[in-house]
């Protein structure tokens, strides 16, 4: 049974950085494409970013590219997600996710995630 864990959300004023941590535990997910979502009060769950299992392809939401950069570290079984140029209507609580199935190319979908963490708030103040 694996679990994720976030970390790196805070308060920031517009233009600012974070970076958004995920650690996992219990098993590695070195085989699974992963991902982070974000989610406001009363909005369903959206993508953000995705990598593949193999962390050669990467994907991200129209809103956040050239902005957002998603990585991961095998060796320390933590996915990461740089944020810059941050903007108030980034404001969400940020969540990682690994995909259902191994060697995936990493999916939009949060339906196509099995394993998540708990969240991490972020507030982008204008």
């Known amino acids: 049974q694996g679990q994720l864990v976030e970390s790196g959300g805070g308060l920031v004023q517009a233009g600012g950085s974070l970076r958004l941590s995920c650690a996992a535990s219990?098993?590695?997910?070195?085989?699974?494409?992963m991902g982070w979502f974000r989610q406001t009060p009363g909005k369903d769950r959206e993508f953000v970013a995705t990598?593949?299992?193999?962390?050669?392809?990467?994907n991200y939401a129209d809103s956040v590219k050239g902005r957002f950069t998603i990585s991961r570290d095998t060796a320390k079984n933590t996915l990461y997600l740089q944020m810059n140029s941050l903007k108030p209507e980034d404001t969400a609580v940020y969540y990682c996710?690994?995909?259902?199935?191994?060697?995936?190319?990493?999916?939009?979908?949060?339906?196509?995630?099995?394993?998540w963490g708990r969240g991490t708030q972020v507030t982008v103040s204008s």
């Open positions: 990598l593949n299992w193999g962390g050669g392809i990467t």
């Open positions: 996710a690994a995909e259902r199935r191994p060697y995936g190319l990493g999916s939009r979908l949060p339906t196509q995630y099995d394993y």
């Open positions: 219990g098993r590695t997910f070195s085989s699974y494409a």
